[in-house]
């Protein structure tokens, strides 16, 4: 019988091709999502790719009664990926109280459930910004957490002190956390990938929407770091690659390989890139321009971080495979599709 696994955030970008990689494994997918940030439609993106539909229940998990009634009506939920949470830093700073509530109450309501239904594991969605301006890189999980600079990176630090708490206090239940660096690309069957509403904050959408005429130009925020092309440097992941990790991840929780209740992970690719060198790798790949200027820093910007990912290699057995003009391949690819170019 195929494990049942619930994907909470299950139509946002990571959530959707995390699904994707789980009906692959063989898992059966029920995915809760409030679609504040996604579309309906990725279910449609998943099944083209899969043939296989999840389970999808319309719901926001800071309503633990919602999730009550969910595992009432798909019994047997042996593990949870929790990616449902507000993710703008820049957002974060303006409503720093929606982040807390959103962001800590979906998971402490999750953590309450699980052993009322028999929940095993729960994987959580974190982040390298936890590590906040590393002293040196590449970074491995020893390194110590900094001060969040932002309520974001907050509720992700103390998203991970609950779950520790939590199992520590005796909670019968296992956790593995993730730490991504930065997820970036599409699938390669351009059927989903990131869908960011209004105005991308993040790096590559905003290209890709740049290269296809949707933006003027893309602003490089900072040339003057003490980078060697003075822009700032980033561990930047594969989606798809990020996806696989999580079903690793599962499967290990599940089968009882891990030998601590609560295990954490860097998930990179151990490559520093610079804004300047994944333009580069952008025009390489697709032959397509991106017009560019240099601007200036954008605040709360780190210099330069990028993992050390020997533990998730090592003990996960989990390397991140995609080179990374093929990722900027498919997230022009899926920008070409979404823009109907
Ligand atoms: C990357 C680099 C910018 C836009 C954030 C969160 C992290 C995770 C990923 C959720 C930086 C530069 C960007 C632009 C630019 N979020 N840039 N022009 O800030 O590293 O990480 O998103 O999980 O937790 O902190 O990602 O893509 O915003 O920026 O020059 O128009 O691109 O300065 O150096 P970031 P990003």
């Given amino acids: 019988m195929n494990e049942k696994i619930l994907v909470t955030g299950g139509t946002g970008y990571i959530g959707s091709h995390t699904t994707v990689e789980l009906q ?26 899969t043939g296989i539909r999840p389970v999808f229940v319309k719901g926001d998990c800071t309503d633990i009664e919602t999730l009550r009634k969910l595992f009432r009506e798909n019994p047997g939920i ?17 409503k720093p109280l929606l982040y807390y509530r959103n962001n800590l109450n979906t998971l402490i309501n999750l953590l309450e459930c699980m052993p009322e239904y028999g929940v095993k594991g729960i994987v959580f969605s974190s982040s390298c910004t936890v590590y906040g301006e590393p002293d ?68 590559v959408p905003y290209l890709t929407q740049t290269a296809a005429g949707i933006r003027k130009e893309l602003t490089v925020f900072g040339d003057d770091y003490n980078t060697p092309d003075g822009s700032c440097i980033r561990d930047y992941i594969d989606v798809v690659d990020l996806a696989k990790a999580h079903v690793i991840a599962m499967r290990r929780m599940l089968d009882g390989e891990d030998t601590d209740s609560i295990e954490i992970f860097n998930l990179g690719t151990g490559r520093g890139l610079s804004v300047l060198e994944l333009i580069n790798s952008f025009e390489r790949a697709t032959g397509v321009k991106v017009p560019h200027k240099i601007g200036p820093r954008r605040e709360g910007d780190i210099e330069q971080i990028w993992a050390d990912p020997k533990k998730a290699n090592e003990v996960l057995g989990w390397t991140a495979e995609v080179p990374v003009d093929d990722t900027m391949r498919n997230a022009w690819a899926w920008q070409c599709k979404v823009c109907g170019k």
């Fill in 24 to 49: 692959k494994a063989g898992y059966e997918v029920v995915i809760i999502d409030n679609l504040s940030n996604s579309n309906i439609e990725v279910l449609d993106g998943i099944e083209k790719i």
């Fill in 136 to 203: 040196v890189n590449p970074i491995d999980e020893t390194a110590p957490i900094k001060p969040a600079t932002s309520p974001y990176g907050n509720t992700k630090q103390i998203s991970e002190e609950i779950i520790t708490d939590y199992i520590r206090s005796g909670a019968p239940i296992k956790s593995i956390l993730l730490r991504y660096f930065n997820p970036i690309g599409a699938h390669p069957s351009a059927c989903i990938g990131e869908l960011p509403l209004g105005v991308p904050q993040n790096l």
């Fill in 78 to 94: 042996k593990g949870i990926i929790n990616f449902a949470a507000s993710k703008a830093v820049g957002e974060s700073v303006q």
